[in-house]
């Protein structure tokens, strides 16, 4: 139950690129899968995408697969998401998730970062 912390938002351009890294300590998380979600202003929070416990397996919304990819280094306790050609769209504050299981479907995570805001500009 350790903290999750986001970083790597910011301010871009359509068409741009933006890396978020998400940290966290201790002994479980390369047995935990882990995930991106986002919300938008009066919006619901959206799945992005989810990785399992060894990265050997990923899941991607529909609005955001091709574009962006999750990853995972388990010896630095660190879980990636490169954005590539973003989108107005795109804009949200970005949160990390981590489930109590090896793998997990979107409504399994139960544990949440602070979020990092990322806007996109046209």
């Known amino acids: 139950q350790v903290p999750l912390v986001e970083s790597g938002g910011g301010l871009v351009r359509a068409g741009g690129s933006l890396k978020l890294s998400c940290a966290a300590s201790?002994?479980?998380?390369?047995?935990?899968?882990m995930g991106w979600f986002r919300q938008a202003p009066g919006k619901e929070r959206e799945f992005v995408a989810g990785?399992?416990?060894?990265?050997?397996?990923?899941s991607y919304a529909d609005s955001v697969k091709g574009r962006f990819t999750i990853s995972r280094d388990n010896a630095k306790n660190t879980v990636y998401l490169q954005m590539n050609s973003l989108k107005p769209e795109d804009t949200a504050v970005y949160f990390c998730?981590?489930?109590?299981?090896?793998?997990?479907?979107?409504?399994?995570?139960?544990?949440w970062g602070q979020g990092t805001q990322v806007t996109v500009s046209s």
């Open positions: 998730a981590a489930a109590h299981s090896y793998y997990a479907r979107p409504y399994e995570y139960d544990y």
């Open positions: 201790g002994r479980t998380f390369s047995s935990q899968a």
């Open positions: 990785i399992n416990y060894r990265g050997g397996s990923t």
